[in-house]
């Protein structure tokens, strides 16, 4: 485990493995750089793959107040400062493609490639948007493990909720480091963010959108926004919400042969 004081002023803990070409790999609400473990070494045959903790996440260090998403892209960027890195490849999945259409809004040079995981480039509806706010009002009250609790289930499917109990049991544990401050912040931030479809029209790179068959919380109409020439679509058969640990190997092979195929641009 890495860890660097950013300009931003926050500390990000962050792994990685493999050489070469930077990927970087963003996780989700309440995850941590731990939600790549499966992942991870099979993507390092396609370069260096760098997982951060998001802010508030992991062993990230936290503050209190909204955690914007051009915030948590800041952050990135910084990262790549530190770490002289002047173009990635940059997956996010579900908060962390929130995070990737942000960075990908501000700093649409240091791209090569982008991949929304299980996310969506719209935004909140207005009863998500309230839910949101219960969210962080339950989580500053009664903590973050019955939060995660509440939420990991969900992520999954049916299937997958009793034949990959260790996995669930995994992401829950994982959640339960998230800080209050970190997750009341988060689900602040992505509350608030603007819709983002645009940014996806304007982007030149190649673009990956990758979603789950059976997600419940990315619905069918909001997984694929865009159609173009630069953009890849895939729907892994079987999973929800948590590809990257309902089913690793489906998972890595998908990103790679995308990164594959785009490695000359």
């Known amino acids: 485990m890495n860890k660097i004081k950013l300009s931003t002023g926050t500390t990000l803990a ?42 508030g996440h992991g062993e990230s260090t936290a503050g209190e107040g909204v955690y914007a998403m051009e915030k948590l892209a800041e952050d990135l960027a910084a990262l790549m400062d ?19 259409l942000a960075f990908a809004e501000k700093y649409p040079e240091r791209l090569r490639t982008i991949g929304l995981a299980h996310s ?6 207005e009863q998500a948007k309230e839910n949101r706010l219960k969210a962080a009002s339950a989580i500053r009250q009664d903590g973050i493990v019955p939060f995660v609790d509440g939420l990991v289930p969900k992520l999954f499917t049916a299937e997958h909720r009793s034949n990959l109990s260790e996995q669930l049991g995994k992401a829950k544990a ?11 912040g988060c689900a602040l931030g992505m509350r608030d963010r603007r819709d983002r479809v645009d940014v996806l029209e304007r982007l030149e790179v190649p673009i990956l959108l990758l979603a789950g068959e059976l997600d419940e919380v990315i619905p069918p ?9 630069n953009v890849t679509k895939i729907t892994l ?29």
């Open 174 to 184: 994982i959640g339960y480091g998230t800080s209050v401050d970190g997750a009341a």
């Open 221 to 229: 109409d909001k997984r694929f926004p865009v159609s173009k020439d």
């Open 14 to 55: 962050y792994v990685e493995a493999g050489n070469g070409r930077p990927i970087v790999v963003l996780h989700g609400f309440c995850g941590s750089h731990s939600y790549w473990d499966e992942v991870l070494p099979l993507l390092a045959v396609h370069g260096r793959v760098i997982a951060p903790d998001l802010r």
């Open 120 to 125: 969506t480039a719209y935004p909140d509806t």
């Open 82 to 100: 530190e770490l002289e890195l002047p173009q990635i490849d940059l997956i996010g999945h579900s908060l962390g493609g929130y995070i990737a």
């Open 237 to 265: 058969e079987g999973v929800a919400h948590m590809g990257m640990m309902e089913n690793p190997q489906a998972f890595a092979a998908n990103v790679g042969e995308f990164l594959e195929r785009n490695r000359g641009i």
